[in-house]
């Protein structure tokens, strides 16, 4: 007993002697390769400094941070820093995710200049600065030095060398100059260098899309990309500029860790700033994004809230900004540090392509100007509208997809009406319960209720949930924004087509109605090819004459076992209008190539012949395994009595492939509604959206067109009532209770 009692006393002693609990602190970053080392690298050199201090690194995808910070910082779960780019900065402020650094601006409190200095005006909103700058990316050109001794210095000589390098104006395998033509980013730099630009001179929100300034560029735009390849991207570049057949192109620090070395038969490049537009004096500014470390809103952790969780968070940010530690991140992360200077032809190239940007705009309406700008670049390249016309149209859009909101209306009537539904619900599941007499049965329906319960959960709720999203405006982040009661007024602009009006030629592709059409149009065409080829090939492949059925089996199934997304990203570059195979064969056939998307029957064409690629297999694998409970007997019997081939199909074999076929093309019908994937990455819509079906409509209204949440919801609603509707028909047209 007395060992034990001494014992105790020790192991007591030991936890009052134990020190304070030392302070800690999460950083969250998206930083990869070279950044993220050297990240890691300092910020283990921090710690051993400071034993008593522990700051975490925990990496998240670059494509989720976003999100993730705005669910998880306003509700105190999120870090304690962040790094991020600085887009994003008024609807933080707004939601509250992050926290000012410093007030007035105070140039001791986020490095020196700061004042003057760009990226820390970046930074800036109101009178305060949000966040410590790390590193500036934007925009210079990239030159090939065998093919481009010296880089040029302003447009007109920048025009006249890309003339000059295509080795064969007619049909030209190499070009002087390529950009990505169709992107509003890409092409900011030509706005701001003729003088204009995304917003007016009173600053947001005026957006003057259609300025004086804007038609100059886009003249420039139009004559520029009808020097480079055609449709381009920027795999497409990267591939061209790698195999120098491409001299020059405009981009940022990523595109470093794409050129190939030297060594390995890269191009020797250089790089310098963009050059001065020739007509009026003016750099080619482009955008400027700076990423900087956030003080995140609340902090969290073990010290949540204390004083000393934030001294260390300051301390911290303040050691990522010394000059050793800069300098690290130059030289080891290969980053572009403001006010750092360094002996490096490239990033001294970036640096000074950094002094005449524009920072990003931060303000809610510059997101609204994306798609309107890359509507018109793409209408403006493939030459189907000149410059006054792709701009007039981009702010025709911009006045569309920016109107104001509905009103807020009184919920009451609503919340009557839910109520009284509700009632009406229950008294009807009462009345058929007291009917069956389904107390007798609860043996069984214990059985189906963890099956019932996830369904309920998995399914219904979240249903629920986005068709209550339909009857709210969502302003700001939709994690924690405002939300407004509009009752029926996202449904009534959609089936009304008061945003897109029919009457328009130039945005009635953009409509509702036209837009079903063109859904029904598509899901018609796809499984009535689905069925055919499908059909056809099983019973190909149920005769017996047929050599190696087991090999043709497995591999026409492929295009159905290969991810989707991988097979429509494989016919885009096949329908390519100069480096597609299926030019290249139609060329070899004497025939002109054919530039698919620039008119809807092609880029319908192209869209359908893919999703027929990954559609045929599953109808083929249905029709298959059907045949092998047809006896063959049957349909000799019927070849005894006289029967054609194609009588015998028709009247014998067909119909007693009805009862498998019906249920696999309704299932093929919902998929192929709401096949998402092939629309968006083959013909992206093209042109101007008239190849769009309602679900990428959807997706455009809730997170390219200002993130208006409950209008795409409203229309998921829509095309779930359509989707039940198509449901309903099928089902009675196989003779089926409907559902």
């Not at 911009?398 to 009632?423: K, Q």
């Not at 100069?578 to 002109?592: E, H, M, R, W």
């Amino acid at each position: 007993m007395k060992r034990l009692v001494g014992a105790l006393g020790l192991a007591l002693a030991a936890l009052g002697s134990r020190p304070a609990l030392a302070t800690e602190i999460t950083l969250w970053h998206a930083w990869r390769g070279d950044e993220r080392a050297v990240l890691e690298s300092v910020t283990a050199d921090y710690q051993a400094k400071h034993p008593g201090d522990q700051v975490e690194l925990v990496f998240v995808p670059y494509e989720s941070l976003g999100s993730k910070l705005e669910a998880a910082v306003p509700r105190g779960n999120g870090p304690d820093l962040f790094i991020f780019a600085h887009e994003k900065l008024d609807d933080w402020v707004q939601v509250g995710v992050v926290r000012p650094v410093s007030h007035g601006a105070r140039a001791d409190a986020v490095g020196d200049d700061a004042a003057g200095d760009p990226a820390t005006r970046a930074l800036t909103h109101g009178a305060d600065v949000y966040g410590w700058p790390l590193a500036t990316k934007c925009l210079a050109l990239f030159y090939n030095r065998a093919l481009v001794p010296a880089p040029p210095t302003t447009t007109d000589a920048l025009l006249k060398l890309a003339a000059d390098l295509r080795d064969d104006p007619l049909k030209p395998t190499r070009w002087g100059f390529a950009w990505e033509a169709t992107s509003a980013y890409q092409d900011a730099p030509w706005l701001h260098g003729f003088g204009g630009g995304v917003f007016g001179p009173a600053g947001p929100p005026d957006v003057q899309l259609d300025s004086s300034e804007n038609l100059a560029a886009f003249g420039f735009i139009q004559q520029l990309a009808a020097l480079g390849p055609a449709e381009t991207s920027g795999a497409l570049i990267t591939q061209l500029f790698n195999e120098g057949r491409v001299a020059m192109v405009p981009n940022g620090p990523w595109f470093l860790g794409e050129v190939e070395p030297v060594a390995r038969g890269g191009p020797d490049f250089g790089v310098a700033p963009l050059p001065t537009v020739s007509a009026t004096g003016l750099p080619a500014a482009p955008y400027l994004t700076v990423e900087a470390l956030f003080l995140a809103r609340d902090a969290t952790g073990p010290n949540a809230g204390s004083a000393a969780q934030e001294a260390l968070a300051r301390d911290f940010a303040g050691y990522l900004q010394s000059p050793a530690v800069a300098l690290r991140r130059v030289v080891e992360g290969r980053q572009v540090v403001p006010g750092v200077d360094v002996d490096d032809p490239v990033l001294g190239a970036f640096q000074a392509a950094a002094r005449t940007a524009v920072p990003m705009p931060t303000a809610p309406a510059m997101a609204q100007t994306w798609e309107p700008l890359a509507r018109a670049f793409r209408r403006l390249v493939r030459g189907a509208a000149t410059p006054q016309q792709a701009a007039s149209e981009a702010q025709a859009s911009w006045l569309i997809v920016s109107r104001p909101a509905p009103a807020t209306v009184d919920g009451r009537p609503y919340l009557a009406i839910l109520v009284l539904g509700l009632v009406g619900a229950a008294g009807w599941v009462v009345r058929a319960a007291w009917q069956q007499r389904a107390w007798r049965h609860w043996r069984e329906y214990l059985w189906i209720a963890p099956g019932g319960l996830a369904v309920a959960l998995l399914v219904v709720a979240p249903f629920l949930v986005g068709a209550s999203v339909s009857l709210f405006e969502v302003e700001g982040s939709a994690a924690d924004g405002s939300w407004r009661f509009i009752g029926l007024a996202h449904f009534l602009d959609i089936l009304l087509a008061r945003d897109f009006p029919l009457s328009d030629p130039a945005t009635r592709a953009l409509s509702f109605w036209y837009t079903l059409l063109v859904t029904v149009t598509w899901t018609v065409a796809n499984v009535v090819l689905h069925v055919s080829i499908g059909v056809f090939l099983a019973m190909m492949l149920r005769e017996p004459w047929v050599r190696l059925r087991g090999f043709f089996r497995a591999a026409l199934i492929l295009p159905w076992a290969i991810p989707n997304y991988i097979t429509a990203l494989a016919w885009k570059g096949m329908f390519h209008q100069q480096f597609g195979a299926i030019n290249a064969v139609l060329g070899l056939l004497g025939i002109a190539p054919v530039s698919w998307f620039a008119s809807w029957s092609t880029a319908f064409a192209a869209n359908v012949a893919t999703n027929t690629w990954l559609g045929f297999p599953f109808m083929m694998v249905v029709t298959l395994g059907a045949l092998q409970s047809i006896p063959r007997d049957v349909e000799e019997a019927a070849e005894m009595d006289g029967a054609t081939g194609w009588q015998r199909f028709r009247l014998v074999t067909l119909p007693m492939l009805k009862p498998a076929l019906l249920p696999a093309v309704i299932l093929g019908s919902v998929w192929t509604f709401n096949m998402f994937n092939v629309i968006y990455l083959v013909s992206g819509g093209e042109p101007d959206g008239s190849t769009d079906i309602l679900v990428s409509q959807a997706y455009r209204w809730a997170f390219t067109r200002g993130h208006r949440y409950g209008y795409g919801a409203a229309y998921a609603v829509i095309i779930f009532g359509v989707m039940l509707v198509q449901a309903r028909v099928l089902n009675r047209a196989a003779g089926k209770k409907s559902v």
